[in-house]
């Protein structure tokens, strides 16, 4: 990871912050986690990281663009790193759980996407990057779902 710790520390600098060991641990757990994580399983696999040091580190590596936060629903986030330190992607997040899955990008929605974003007045708004996120459910909330219409008599 010395190519990441010399970007992260570049970022850090100027919020007067340095990369320490809890925060590369962060990075690290982020860095090898498939998904993005929740504080919960962030504490599940940093052994000795305590929660109120893993929430400040975080909004410190927010701060400086290199951890992303995704937000779920109401009150329910999780953390990945930037784009920056990984690559481009999308989420799909079930809004029965909150579980958040990263899409792989598909080659015709970036090149529409570059297109509008082109194409956007500079007056109105400059666009630097994009975002897509697709709402739906996971096949467990839709079993769920269909498992209490089923109890009430409706399926």
């Known amino acids: 990871m010395p190519e990441v710790?010399?970007?992260?520390?570049?970022?850090?600098r100027p919020l007067g912050q340095r990369l320490t060991p809890r925060?590369?641990?962060?990075?690290?757990?982020?860095?090898?986690?498939?998904?993005?994580?929740?504080?919960?399983?962030?504490?599940?696999?940093?052994?000795?990281?305590?929660?109120?040091?893993?929430?400040?580190?975080?909004?410190v590596l927010e701060q400086a663009g290199l951890v992303h936060?995704?937000?779920?629903?109401?009150?329910?986030?999780?953390?990945?790193?930037?784009?920056?330190?990984?690559?481009?992607?999308?989420?799909?997040?079930?809004?029965?759980?909150?579980?958040?899955?990263?899409?792989?990008?598909?080659?015709?929605v970036e090149r529409v996407m570059r297109s509008v974003m082109a194409g956007m007045p500079a007056d109105v708004f400059t666009p630097q990057s994009h975002r897509i996120d697709v709402m739906g459910m996971c096949p467990d909330c839709v079993q769920r779902r269909e498992r209490a219409t089923q109890a009430k008599g409706g399926g």
């Open 5 to 12: 710790d010399q970007i992260v520390a570049a970022r850090l």
């Open 23 to 59: 925060r590369r641990s962060l990075l690290e757990i982020l860095r090898s986690a498939r998904h993005p994580l929740t504080i919960h399983e962030i504490l599940e696999r940093g052994r000795g990281l305590a929660m109120s040091s893993v929430y400040r580190n975080l909004t």
């Open 69 to 108: 936060r995704v937000i779920t629903r109401e009150d329910f986030a999780r953390y990945e790193l930037a784009e920056e330190l990984t690559e481009h992607h999308h989420h799909l997040i079930c809004s029965g759980c909150g579980l958040v899955r990263d899409m792989p990008t598909d080659v015709r």
